[in-house]
Antibody, heavy 119, light 107 residues
Framework: EVQLVQSGAEVKKPGESLKISCKGS????????IGWVRQKPGKGLEWMGI????????RYSPSFQGQVTISADKSINTAYLQWSSLKASDTAMYYC????????????WGQGTLVTVSS | EIVLTQSPGTLSLSPGERATLSCGAS???????LAWYQQRPGQAPRLLVY???SRATGIPDRFSGSGSGTDFTLTISRLEPEDFAVYYC?????????FGGGTKLEI
């Protein structure tokens, strides 16, 4: 069974750093792309970027380039999304999603990680 | 970057009725790279339709997709109570995927 399990909710202060995770199982992580999607409260879905599990080839959406870092550790089938200095505007639900090779859609999604940034 | 515009923003219908949701692209896109998702409150998005008209695994046949060029449609033939949710279209023709703004389907 394909699963993406994300780390738990986080409450942080502005300026703090954060790294959230997404662990895959039931599929060949090293031969799969994992994307990240932001959803601000009451708003729509925003594509942040994507990483290939096998070699960590990473592609960022222009809106998020330089704002976050996406990484992966194929030895533990886990992708990460991190911030070096959080802002209140980073408050959102963050989803990871699997994208199989060959230009496929994002077919399996994690349950989401809620990040709240507040002083 | 391709921009997807969904209409209407909100659609108010009753169970048993037919729903037609639209997704317009800022330029011609391949039918191969257009998907639809459903998001219920408090849940992650779920893939409904990919390649414009192929239903994902386990999706009931009351959901159907169509379209070409710049105009795409998701049709729900007879609404069930669990279908009232937010629907998003997605273009996945490159490594930078894009989503439409969503259509809220409400009772």
């Amino acid at each position: 069974e394909v699963q993406l399990v994300q780390s738990g909710a986080e409450v942080k202060k502005p300026g703090e750093s954060l790294k959230i995770s997404c662990k895959g199982s039931g599929f060949p992580f090293a031969n799969t792309w994992i994307g990240w999607v932001r959803q601000k409260p009451g708003k729509g879905l925003e594509w942040m970027g994507i990483i290939f599990g096998g070699d960590s080839d990473t592609r960022y959406s222009p809106s998020f380039q330089g704002q976050v870092t996406i990484s992966a550790d194929k030895s533990i089938n886990t992708a990460y999304l991190q911030w070096s200095s959080l802002k209140a505007s980073d408050t959102a639900m963050y989803y990871c999603a699997r994208r199989s090779i060959g230009g496929r859609p994002t077919d399996y999604w994690g349950q989401g990680t809620l990040v709240t940034v507040s002083s | 970057e391709i921009v997807l515009t969904q209409s209407p923003g909100t659609l108010s219908l009753s169970p048993g009725e037919r729903a037609t949701l639209s997704c317009g692209a800022s330029q011609t896109i391949s039918r191969t790279y257009l998907a639809w998702y459903q998001q219920r409150p408090g849940q992650a998005p779920r893939l409904l339709v990919y390649d414009t008209s192929s239903r994902a695994t386990g999706i009931p046949d009351r959901f159907s997709g169509s379209g070409s060029g710049t105009d795409f449609t998701l049709t729900i033939s007879r609404l069930e109570p669990e279908d009232f949710a937010v629907y998003y279209c997605q273009h996945y023709g490159s490594s930078i995927l894009t989503f439409g703004g969503g259509t809220k389907l409400e009772i």
